[in-house]
């Protein structure tokens, strides 16, 4: 029996960023990030879940089937009773990137795809892998104006994903704007040793990004690739929040929510 990796069911990374004294009255963004595993998720239910989590200022979801986008979209608008507007990568074929926020509180200024930046690829020469997707917001009430990236980096292909974290980095170092990335680094961050790949090492440094980590961290990263019933990857995560420029000297948390839920797919899912 196969099992799909239970983050896709029930594991969602949230932060809270506080601006102050930029924004009006001090009023937090609320950003949530979910892969929803595009290889085995059912469309419907996913866009059911979105439905019964709190409500967010933003959403970025990873492993996006292009199928499924329009159903999110309508799905968080309809739970909100708000105006919600969705941006879709092009990049990822049936495993995309998207950007979903409040567009009663913010407008949308600029959007793009970062394919390569300097010498640094972030995406393979036939685009196969999924580029960050860059949506900049502007909210409407304070003006003030901030870039949102939605990240999933390659996992296979570790010299790509390295140096997709570096001309990350390096992008970020040139850019005026406050800057959130949320989504899937696979960056195999370890708890025990606090330590993560070469790609995890090649981001962090110099600080032009800034991990708001959670006080508790969950294990994100659950896969049964030898079908053996356990975790071949205990204790670690996949999935992050980093803020940059000024958003580093902001009030950010994060959290990971676990939901006790089962994914409904076409293979065999396990309850977590």
Not at 28 to 35: A, D, F, G, Q, Y
Not at 180 to 209: H, Q, S, T, V
Request: aromatic share 12%; proline share 5%.
């Amino acid at each position: 029996m196969r099992y799909l990796k239970s983050r896709a069911a029930a594991m969602l990374f949230v932060v809270s960023v506080l601006a102050t004294p930029y924004t009006l009255a001090g009023e937090p963004v609320r950003l949530v990030t979910w892969n929803v595993e595009s290889g085995g998720s059912h469309p419907p239910t996913i866009a059911q879940e979105l439905a019964q989590l709190d409500l967010y200022d933003v959403y970025v979801l990873t492993e996006v089937l292009p199928a499924g986008a329009k159903i999110y979209r309508s799905s968080i608008a309809k739970r909100s009773e708000q105006p919600y507007e969705s941006v879709l990568s092009e990049t990822g074929g049936g495993d995309r990137l998207q950007i979903v926020y409040n567009a009663k509180r913010f407008e949308k200024t600029a959007q793009t795809e970062l394919h390569q930046f300097r010498e640094y690829p972030l995406n393979d020469p036939k685009r196969r892998h999924r580029s960050p997707l860059v949506v900049t917001l502007k909210d409407r009430n304070s003006r003030l104006e901030f870039k949102v990236v939605a990240v999933h980096f390659a996992f296979g292909d570790k010299d790509l994903r390295r140096a997709q974290a570096k001309g990350l980095r390096l992008w970020a170092d040139e850019q005026s704007l406050p800057l959130i990335a949320m989504g899937c680094f696979n960056f195999m961050y370890r708890f025990p040793d606090k330590g993560g790949n070469d790609a995890f090492r090649e981001f962090m440094l110099d600080y032009i990004w800034r991990w708001p980590e959670p006080e508790r961290l969950i294990d994100t990263n659950w896969s049964d690739r030898d079908e053996d019933g356990e975790d071949d990857f205990q204790k670690s995560v996949l999935d992050f929040a980093y803020v940059a420029n000024q958003a580093k000297i902001w009030e950010a948390k994060s959290r990971i929510v676990k939901r006790d839920t089962v994914l409904t797919c076409n293979r065999a899912c396990r309850r977590i």
